[in-house]
Nanobody
Framework: QVQLVESGGGLVQAGGSLRLSCAGS????????MGWFRQAPGKEREFVAA????????YYADSVKGRFTISRDNAKNTMYLQMNSLKPEATAVYYC???????????????????WGQGTQVTVSS
């Protein structure tokens, strides 16, 4: 099982940038598909992006494609989400998540991820 801790959230003006980090523990980090999700007040948690074991494969929600970039550094057991051209509708708590070790498919639903961080708040002011 992978334990996850997010950091890097904060307050930013519309059009600005933030980089979120997700530090993972465990020897199987490099064999875990990782993802970012977000949850705005009163809304369901939604998929943002996912990345394969070694980072060769990525997948994005249409709402963030071209503005957000997911990446990972397995030597540091860390995943990142670079967010550019932020919009007020991006305001949410952002969660990193991991699938069980050994499952290679990129997934976009919360039920496919078994390990979750505590979340980090991102607020984009207009």
């Amino acid at each position: 099982q992978v334990q996850l801790v997010e950091s890097g959230g904060g307050l930013v003006q519309a059009g600005g940038s933030l980089r979120l980090s997700c530090a993972g523990s465990g020897r199987t980090f490099s064999r875990v598909v990782m993802g970012w999700f977000r949850q705005a007040p009163g809304k369901e948690r939604e998929f943002v992006a996912a990345i394969s074991w070694i980072g060769a494969g990525t997948y994005y929600a249409d709402s963030v494609k071209g503005r957000f970039t997911i990446s990972r550094d397995n030597a540091k057991n860390t995943m990142y989400l670079q967010m550019n051209s932020l919009k007020p509708e991006a305001t949410a708590v952002y969660y990193c998540a991991a699938r069980n070790s050994g499952l290679p498919e990129l997934r976009i639903t919360t039920r496919d991820y078994n390990n979750w961080g505590q979340g980090t708040q991102v607020t984009v002011s207009s």
